[in-house]
């Protein structure tokens, strides 16, 4: 069953801007869920992009940005470039040590 | 530089077991929190296990409790994952990531290694 839920694919011009979400199937995302965002690029490993909802990791662009938009957790990229082209997955900490992934999300940049 | 390096993967029989490694270098490996992370072929990142930094505490998905149990070496800059009764559903690419101190902001250097289940 699904519990973390993000678009399948979504597409955006270049120089365009893009919100990706994030949510709970049984809750509203909030602060407390840790929301946090990776890309991975074609045939890479992952790397962090936004942690704790809005916060970016070492050398992120201020390109994306992390929030809470309604009842869920948003990834926002501005300017869109075409190396952005890649999965983006969130995952949410669930309290007891556990974390779980979305099943991410395809971007592409056309 | 910090560096995750994971070996230990290959093919193995359902039932069998693997045991996986993650040589760490670069940065204080005994205070940081370490996690598995998964990709089956074509497929999405799915969080397997944690483990605090001197080894106390460790938690796993639902999936995998009872069959993989993580540990750490911090004399040898080491983390493992020894893998149990696998099944086909655990064929995936294995990541080693360290976990930087606040919830999410994790630190991925690996290419992984691959496990296959089959008969």
């Known amino acids: 069953q699904t519990v973390v839920t993000q678009e399948p694919s979504f597409s955006v011009s270049p120089g365009g801007t893009v919100t990706l979400t994030c949510g709970l199937t049984f809750d509203s995302v909030s602060a407390s869920y840790y929301p946090s965002w990776y890309q991975q690029p074609p045939g890479q490993a992952p790397r962090t992009l936004i942690y704790s909802t809005d916060t970016r990791s070492s050398g992120v662009p201020d390109r994306f940005s992390g929030s809470i938009l309604g009842n869920k957790a948003a990834l926002t990229i501005t300017g869109a470039q075409a190396d952005d082209e890649s999965d983006y997955y969130c995952a949410l900490y669930m309290g007891s040590g556990i974390w779980v992934f979305g099943g991410g999300t395809k971007l592409t940049v056309l | 530089e910090v560096q995750l390096v994971e070996s230990g993967g290959g093919s193995v029989q359902p039932g069998g077991s693997l045991r996986l490694s993650c040589a760490a270098s670069?940065?204080?490996?005994?205070?940081?929190?370490m996690h598995w992370v998964r990709q089956a072929p074509g497929k999405g990142l799915v969080w397997v296990s944690r483990?605090?930094?001197?080894?106390?505490?460790?938690y796993y998905a639902d999936s995998v409790k009872g069959r993989l149990t993580i540990s750490r070496d911090n004399a040898k800059n080491t983390l493992f994952l020894q893998m149990d009764s696998l099944r086909a559903e655990d064929t995936a690419v294995y990541f080693c990531?360290?976990?930087?101190?606040?919830?999410?902001?994790?630190?991925?250097r690996g290419q992984g290694t691959l496990v296959i289940v089959s008969s």
């Open positions: 483990i605090n930094g001197d080894g106390s505490a460790t």
């Open positions: 670069g940065f204080t490996f005994r205070t940081d929190w």
């Open positions: 990531v360290r976990g930087r101190g606040t919830h999410g902001d994790w630190e991925w």
